[in-house]
């Protein structure tokens, strides 16, 4: 399907700067394709409840030393 759009000057030299001579529409498809795939995992994200209340944890009062707490309980760590 064809459709026309209009784009500005500094966007299109862009384009003809990144795209292979001759597959102008094909690099637009994959760059469309890929936005539109981005687009859609943020929607997923933001359908998903939040899985973690907002408080209530036990790193609320001090989270660094949460984290150091975390990172010397990790056996996988080396020293």
Same mark, same amino acid.
């Given at each position: ?11 299109? #030299? !862009? ?6 001579? +001759? *597959?102008?529409? #094909? ?7 890929? +936005?539109?795939?981005? !687009? *859609? ?9 939040? #899985?973690?209340?907002?408080? +209530?944890? !036990? ?5 660094? !030393?949460?984290?150091?707490? *975390? @990172? @010397?309980?990790?056996? @996988?760590?080396? +020293?």
């Amino acid at each position: 399907m064809r459709i026309h759009i209009a784009l500005p000057d500094d966007l299109v #030299a !862009e384009l003809d700067r990144r795209a292979v001579a +001759g *597959q102008r529409s #094909a690099f637009i498809c994959e760059l469309i394709r890929r +936005g539109l795939d981005d !687009e *859609q995992r943020w929607d997923d994200i933001d359908a998903t409840p939040c #899985a973690i209340d907002d408080t +209530g944890h !036990e790193w609320d009062d001090d989270p660094a !030393e949460w984290v150091r707490r *975390q @990172r @010397r309980g990790d056996d @996988r760590r080396s +020293g």
